[in-house]
């Protein structure tokens, strides 16, 4: 059975809603790549989690920002057996404590259009300098067609940090909540690899309903236009 084939069936198992990008990541992968960098780890460690069981003797290494939500999972990882995956604290442009060349692939789904332009430069020189030579980094990212103005949502971009700040207004137009995004083109996320020297060798774009919960059991309502690039050193 293929290894993408065994996520369709796992991800089912956990009761998670499937995702096409995950998906594609798993596509990629053949049992040769036995050590992977997971950065700021999938919603609710599911892809983290399947991966330690369909590649024989892989080592993983997943990261989150999330101090409160990692330590309350890894009782459950302990509970499920999966001893191969190293759990980290560590924003994905500070990760220098790697040695050069540790990684055979880096998954980065859906990280780096939380960072501003220049830490998404520092990140992806660290990036490239921690993958094998001749091995693939996974990156997708949300694309600008997401930006959309709404009766109840606005986007200012900030020209220096390349980051916009979505705002979701009530009926009178104060400030519910607001997050920020570097919206990517083609262009600029393929133009920021190749800068960091990456090779990219291919490109798509494709819309995926995500969740609205970090456990993934409720689908968003609106699909979401992604930037999907596959790149090696």
């Given at each position: 059975?293929?290894i993408f084939?065994?996520?369709s069936?796992?991800i089912?198992?956990?009761?998670?809603?499937?995702?096409?990008?995950?998906?594609r990541?798993?596509q990629l992968?053949?049992n040769?790549?036995?050590?992977?960098?997971?950065?700021?780890?999938?919603?609710w460690?599911?892809?983290?989690?399947?991966l330690?069981?369909?590649?024989?003797?892989?080592?993983?290494?997943?990261?989150t920002?999330?101090k409160q939500?990692l330590e309350?999972?890894?009782s459950?990882?302990?509970s499920?057996w999966?001893?191969?995956?190293?759990?980290?604290?560590?924003?994905?442009?500070?990760?220098?404590?790697y040695?050069?060349?540790s990684?055979d692939i880096?998954?980065?789904?859906?990280v780096?259009?939380?960072?501003d332009?220049?830490?998404l430069r520092?990140a992806?020189?660290?990036?490239?300098?921690?993958?094998k030579?001749?091995?693939?980094?996974?990156v997708v990212?949300?694309?600008?067609?997401?930006?959309?103005e709404?009766?109840?949502?606005?986007?200012?971009?900030?020209?220096?940090?390349k980051?916009?700040?979505v705002?979701?207004?009530?009926?009178v137009?104060?400030?519910?909540v607001?997050?920020q995004?570097?919206?990517?083109?083609?262009?600029?996320i393929?133009s920021?690899?190749q800068?960091a020297?990456?090779?990219i060798?291919?490109?798509n774009e494709?819309?995926?309903?995500l969740?609205?919960?970090?456990?993934?059991?409720?689908p968003?309502?609106?699909?979401d236009?992604?930037?999907e690039?596959?790149?090696?050193?």
């Amino acid at each position: 059975m293929s290894i993408f084939q065994t996520y369709s069936d796992l991800i089912e198992k956990y009761w998670a809603y499937p995702s096409f990008s995950e998906w594609r990541f798993f596509q990629l992968l053949s049992n040769t790549d036995t050590s992977i960098l997971s950065v700021w780890m999938s919603t609710w460690w599911y892809g983290e989690a399947i991966l330690a069981q369909v590649i024989d003797n892989v080592q993983i290494v997943a990261t989150t920002i999330d101090k409160q939500w990692l330590e309350s999972s890894l009782s459950l990882f302990d509970s499920l057996w999966i001893k191969n995956i190293l759990w980290k604290i560590e924003d994905v442009w500070e990760i220098n404590t790697y040695e050069d060349e540790s990684f055979d692939i880096i998954n980065a789904r859906l990280v780096l259009h939380y960072l501003d332009v220049q830490r998404l430069r520092v990140a992806l020189s660290e990036l490239y300098r921690v993958l094998k030579k001749d091995w693939k980094i996974f990156v997708v990212v949300r694309s600008e067609k997401n930006i959309v103005e709404t009766k109840n949502k606005t986007y200012n971009l900030d020209q220096i940090s390349k980051l916009t700040t979505v705002s979701y207004l009530d009926d009178v137009w104060e400030i519910i909540v607001s997050s920020q995004r570097f919206f990517h083109s083609v262009d600029s996320i393929a133009s920021e690899l190749q800068d960091a020297w990456f090779v990219i060798t291919s490109q798509n774009e494709y819309e995926e309903r995500l969740c609205q919960d970090y456990a993934r059991n409720i689908p968003s309502n609106k699909l979401d236009h992604l930037i999907e690039i596959v790149a090696c050193k």
